[in-house]
């Protein structure tokens, strides 16, 4: 009887263990930019996300590409939400910190077309990088694939 609590008491940390593991799995990019920086760009494959390995780096969950992202110097994070703010065709939907990095997110819709895009700046903390990642996706898509990235300064080795 000893034998059999001792069995399962072990079986039972073994699933927890199991269990434990398996709620996140991830992909992750390191890019060398030219701010000089390596920015490390990480995704949710549980979540069901997927991540290319190049500039400009694609986000995609299934067959759709979701977000397109690239890197800019620090003055774009100022300048473009200064555009944002003076366009009558934007609007920035929060202004906020992720993972240690601040972001704005806005939307504009251009008048022509009446396409609207989504876009995210996320200025990288203890960089001189800014990650620039815009979809024309359904706003619910974009903030959920957005959601499942962390974007870092990658660690030197």
Do not use: W
């Not at 593991?21 to 549980?46: L, Q, Y």
């Not at 997927?50 to 992202?69: Q, W, Y």
């Not at 997110?105 to 200025?123: G, I, L, R, S």
Request: glycine share 6%; proline share 3%; aromatic share 10%.
């Amino acid at each position: 009887m000893k034998k059999r609590i001792i069995l399962f008491a072990a079986l039972l940390f073994a699933l927890a263990a199991l269990a434990a593991c398996s709620t996140h799995a991830s992909k992750s990019a390191t890019f060398n930019v030219e701010t000089g920086d390596k920015i490390k760009v990480t995704v949710d494959v549980k979540a069901g996300y997927d991540l290319t390995m190049e500039v400009p780096f694609a986000i995609s969950k299934g067959d759709e590409v979701v977000l397109n992202g690239t890197f800019g110097l620090p003055e774009a994070y100022e300048t473009y939400r200064q555009l944002a703010e003076a366009d009558p065709n934007a609007a920035i939907l929060a202004e906020d910190s992720k993972d240690g990095n601040a972001y704005f997110f806005y939307t504009v819709t251009n008048p022509e077309t009446q396409v609207t895009e989504y876009d995210y700046f996320v200025q990288v903390a203890g960089s001189q990088t800014v990650v620039i990642i815009g979809s024309v996706a359904e706003r619910e898509a974009v903030e959920a694939a957005f959601a499942a990235i962390t974007i870092s300064l990658a660690e030197e080795d």
